[in-house]
């Protein structure tokens, strides 16, 4: 069996990278499809390194808002780390070490998330595979870069980096935009990994339900007025009581606030809920594998720009009426006809198996 070294992004504090690492290696494995193992690897802008080397690059504001998400991430941080040990058991790597990688593996695989985000990597080119040294090692499934377009500075990096990709991959349609518009080749465009395994594969590892009762559950990831304001109806109209992670962004009534829900803890808050509303793409993914009611805030222009992710899950489920602008544009009393999205679900997941299995071959 072939051993696989998986390059992704799985330690930041934000729940669905974590999660997608954990199960693209569990679909690897169930599935009989190899050896893997994430690489124990995280450039100094995910770590957060603030230095100047860093400064320069991101810049003053960038390095400011880098400071704020990792003082919010602190909380959560140690409880994820249990989590992440359990599947990343190997030590962390430096830079220098990476070389020595091209022994130990037969294949290396980019998936998923925003690896290929020029933002997140902040110039280390690790997560294009810069330092496999035989082409025909280099994979890719559901990779993504975050974003519609590639800045003018990056594009020859790219074009050169992933043209030595045996098999890509990608997550959403604007990812395949420009993987085409780089290699003239379109690649497929399959699931997140999260969803390559099924609501009762994720149940076995649920926590007990900690949470009594009915609630709404709100996970945001940037600061917005109108998903309060939002929130704020669906509490008038039902009269439930909000948890929130890591907090809302104003005033709400009966609104419990928890920052430092573990990885497992916050998928068992999604499932336990009766509403969930959030900014979140892996936020509406375990909405969708659960059966919950929800939206997804478009919350700022920035985000508007970068929904493609959102719009293609949503679309080929039949769900992009679930995409709000507006707090006019919920309407709570309709549900969702799960049923029907979970025939399509199971449809795109036999799919993206078999995608990841062409991937490995």
């Known amino acids: 069996m072939e051993k696989i070294g998986v390059v992704s992004i799985f330690r ?51 390095t400011a ?49 925003q690896l290929w985000n020029p933002d997140i990597q902040q110039g280390d080119y690790y ?21 519609p377009e590639l800045p003018e500075q990056y594009r020859e990096v790219y074009r050169k980096l992933l043209s030595q990709y045996q098999c890509i991959t990608v997550r959403e349609q604007a990812g395949a935009d420009l993987v085409e518009d780089l290699l003239q ?3 497929a465009v399959v699931l997140d990994p999260t969803l390559l395994l099924t609501a009762p594969q994720w ?12 609630y709404l559950f709100v996970y945001r990831l940037t600061y917005s007025t109108l998903l309060t304001r939002i929130v704020a109806r669906l509490q008038k109209e039902t009269g439930l009581p909000i948890l929130a992670v890591p907090f809302l962004l104003g005033y709400t009534p009966r609104t419990q606030a928890s920052p430092a829900l573990d ?13 969930v509303i959030t ?8 909405s969708i594998l659960f059966g919950r009611p929800f939206y997804y805030v478009v919350t700022t222009p920035t985000a508007r720009q970068r929904i493609s992710r959102v719009e293609t899950l949503l679309e080929s489920l039949g769900l992009q009426d679930r995409i709000v602008e507006s707090q006019e544009a919920c309407d709570f009393s309709r549900p969702i006809a799960y049923e029907e999205v979970w025939r399509r679900l199971d449809d795109l997941r036999e799919e993206s198996l078999a995608a990841l299995k062409k991937v490995l071959g």
């Open 185 to 187: 080749v379109r690649p």
């Open 203 to 214: 149940e076995a590892l649920l926590p007990p339900r900690r949470k009594k009762g009915k």
């Open 127 to 147: 997560y294009l595979q810069d330092f496999v040294t035989d082409n025909r090692k280099k994979r890719s499934y559901a990779s993504s870069f975050g974003r």
């Open 12 to 62: 930041t504090g934000n729940y669905g990278g974590t999660l997608q690492a954990y199960a693209l290696v569990k679909a690897i494995q169930d599935n009989g499809l190899g050896q893997a193992e994430i690489i124990n690897y995280c450039c100094d802008a995910i770590r957060g390194k603030i230095d100047g080397k860093y400064l320069r690059k991101a810049g003053v504001a960038r």
């Open 65 to 113: 808002a880098a400071l704020v998400d990792k003082m919010c991430y602190l909380p959560r941080m140690k409880k994820m780390n249990a989590f992440i040990d359990s599947f990343v058991p190997t030590k962390p790597l430096t830079r220098a070490e990476l070389p020595s990688l091209n022994d130990r593996y037969d294949l290396f695989l980019s998936g998923s998330d």
């Open 279 to 286: 900014d979140s793409f892996h936020g509406i993914v375990f």
């Open 263 to 275: 990885s497992l803890e916050w998928v068992r808050a999604i499932h336990d809920a009766d509403y």
